[in-house]
């Protein structure tokens, strides 16, 4: 069965520092595809980057990147140069072929 | 192009009351996803339906909980009887295809508040 982890309930990391949140994943099939998402205190859903499981370079988007290391079967996102707007929930997700499963989730907070 | 509409954004009932969520996926999707997010808690995934079609349910409760998606109009997600367990938000999301690449656009969902 599919499964995703998120083995950190909460982080806190300095303004303007990269912080990493983890993600590990289970799955059999060969085609799938990982997902980062945001939710603030507002609640709404924000998608933040993606990675194909035959994409052979890490994903980059702005200051996200997921290092994906497929032999380990992880995708761990990375924040670059934290912003207090940052603070929030973050769920990793994988989605195969048959449906899209989250983790539980971590919660960041951004010190001033 | 307007996103995914889920509505209402606010649902407060009585315990025993029926409570129906709808959700309007992006124009051109055909997959819809259900999910539900306890306080806290992350997104458990519900059922997951193509039009007139119901795919996978294995994360739907057995009893009391209902879900369609029909050739014309929105998904709808229907509890019966609601407990205050059901309190809740539900997220819907949708996607063009079934394929594992293809990102999801979510809603902002429903909050559910039972009484």
């Known amino acids: 069965a599919q499964k995703i982890t998120q083995t950190q309930p909460g982080m806190f990391v300095q303004e303007k520092e990269a912080v990493t949140l983890d993600c590990t994943y289970d799955?059999?099939?060969?085609?799938?595809?990982l997902f980062w998402y945001k939710q603030p205190s507002s609640g709404e859903m924000i998608f933040l980057i993606y990675q194909g499981s035959y994409d052979e370079q890490n994903a980059t988007e702005g200051r996200y990147s997921l290092n994906f290391q497929k032999a380990r079967k992880s995708a761990n996102l990375v924040i670059s140069a934290s912003q207090l707007g940052d603070s929030a929930m973050y769920f990793c997700?994988?989605?195969?072929?048959?449906?899209?499963?989250f983790g539980a989730g971590t919660r960041l907070t951004v010190k001033p | 192009n307007a996103g995914v509409m889920q509505n209402p954004r606010h649902l407060v009932r009585r315990r025993g009351q029926e409570a129906r969520l709808r959700c309007s996926p992006m124009?051109?999707?055909?997959?819809v996803y259900w999910y539900r997010q306890l306080p806290e808690e992350g997104l458990k995934f519900m059922v997951y339906?193509?039009?007139?079609?119901?795919?996978?349910e294995s994360g739907m409760p057995k009893e009391r909980f209902s879900a369609e998606f029909p050739k014309e109009g929105p998904s709808i997600l229907r509890i019966q009887q609601v407990v205050r367990g059901d309190s809740a938000a539900y997220f819907c999301?949708?996607?063009?295809?079934?394929?594992?690449?293809?990102?999801?656009?979510f809603g902002e969902g429903s909050r559910l508040t039972v009484l």
């Open positions: 339906l193509q039009k007139e079609n119901i795919i996978d």
């Open positions: 999301a949708s996607s063009s295809n079934r394929v594992a690449t293809g990102e999801l656009f």
């Open positions: 124009k051109g999707h055909s997959h």
């Open positions: 997700a994988m989605r195969d072929n048959n449906d899209m499963r």
């Open positions: 799955t059999s099939d060969q085609s799938y595809g």
